[in-house]
């Protein structure tokens, strides 16, 4: 019987995404089981990874009794973990997985952790950016999973053909619904931003990389005949320079907002609540956060038919699905979705589908897995 788990995984003060995955799931579960969040001491070096890594302002994310034990990059500290998590005397650990660089200590930390089931909860089962050894150290971490849980077919397949013989629960990903803090009208938002009440705005939101496809919904905003104005917020690198001379030479300066660097958690709800669509071009993906973030906000997303999006977004009910590498369709959907006015009808749908994107669903999805492997383990 399940009565305590272990969460490995960044919460609070740790940015980004899977932080505030893991403090939301983390929550889930405590309000059924005995719950305990082991993080990071470190978790990458500053030589691997040069930005600020941590944000103090928003406490909303806060997972009270987290310990912050583990140094990714210390074998040292690696069995002093792993003891600690032994005494809690947990019935299930689940590990956070999206990177082979937790590899090294992943494994140990699993090795020193024989006998008590392993959940790997895959964002991504191998990395956005691939390298050389990226499937052998997946492969070798993976391989202690029980089971593992992910959120696209794309993720499953990869799993099965990594490891045929683990246990793979698919399982969409949940809403980020923690960010809509004050429950904004869209017009005080839209003062916050200094917008007209009855300017079209779509949302482009997160880091910006090259397979996340700016460029081609720039492309996109060229053709439109809507002229909808575009906010990018999110933190550029060193490629800033690329997308706005081509914002400059594409003549929609006058239509295009950038709010270049990173958000903090207190100041995304402005940014949704204002919008009347958030776009998600994407060359390449496994899931998105940031349609979740939207759903969060009842918003409707344009996403391209890559990895796990078609699974999340409804074509023609909860915004449209359009081909990859595709600024003309894109730039289709777009006009279509302001001309045709479908805000009200989409923003309905993407409500009416909150229980399909909970936090009790997945859950639902664990305690299936975990009453599975005991019943296996019973018959052997």
Request: glycine fraction near 6%; hydrophobic fraction near 40%; proline fraction near 6%.
């Amino acid at each position: 019987m399940l009565k305590k788990i272990v969460v490995i995984g960044p919460v609070y003060p740790y940015k980004g995404g899977i932080s505030h995955y893991t403090g939301l799931l983390v929550r889930s579960l405590a309000k059924k089981y005995d719950t305990v969040c082991y993080s990071y001491s470190l978790q990458y070096p500053k030589l691997l990874f040069k930005r600020e890594q941590k944000d103090y302002t928003n406490k909303s994310f806060m997972v009270e009794g987290t310990k912050y034990v583990i140094n990714t990059a210390n074998p040292f500290n690696w069995g002093k973990s792993a003891k600690l998590i032994r005494e809690e005397k947990p019935d299930l650990v689940i590990v956070s997985w999206w990177h082979p660089y937790f590899a090294p200590c992943y494994q140990a930390l699993t090795a020193r952790l024989k006998g008590i089931p392993m959940a790997f909860l895959c964002h991504n089962v191998l990395p956005h950016e691939r390298f050389p050894l990226d499937s052998m150290l997946s492969r070798g971490t993976l391989k202690r999973a029980a089971f593992a849980i992910v959120h696209s077919e794309g993720d499953k397949a990869d799993l099965n053909s990594l490891l045929p013989k683990v246990k793979v629960c698919k399982q969409v990903h949940p809403t980020y619904n923690a960010f809509k803090m004050k429950d904004m009208p869209r017009s005080e938002a839209r003062q916050l931003l200094k917008l007209h009440e009855e300017t079209p705005m779509i949302l482009f939101f997160g880091y910006v990389r090259k397979y996340k496809g700016l460029d081609i919904l720039i492309n996109a905003m060229a053709g439109s005949s809507v002229r909808p104005l575009l906010y990018v917020v999110g933190d550029f690198g060193k490629d800033k320079e690329e997308y706005l001379k081509l914002i400059e030479d594409k003549g929609i300066s006058d239509i295009v907002r950038i709010e270049d660097g990173y958000v903090p958690d207190t100041e995304v709800e402005k940014y949704f609540a204002a919008a009347d669509l958030c776009v998600c071009p994407y060359r390449s993906a496994t899931q998105s956060g940031i349609v979740q973030i939207a759903y969060g906000f009842g918003l409707p997303v344009i996403v391209t038919a890559v990895g796990g999006l078609p699974e999340v977004v409804d074509d023609g009910r909860t915004g449209y699905v359009v081909d990859p590498e595709d600024p003309e369709a894109l730039k289709a959907a777009i006009d279509r979705y302001f001309t045709e006015g479908r805000q009200q009808e989409f923003t309905e749908n993407v409500k009416a589908e909150s229980r399909r994107f909970s936090w009790d669903r997945m859950v639902e999805t664990i305690e299936g897995a975990y009453e599975e492997i005991c019943d296996a383990d019973t018959r052997i």
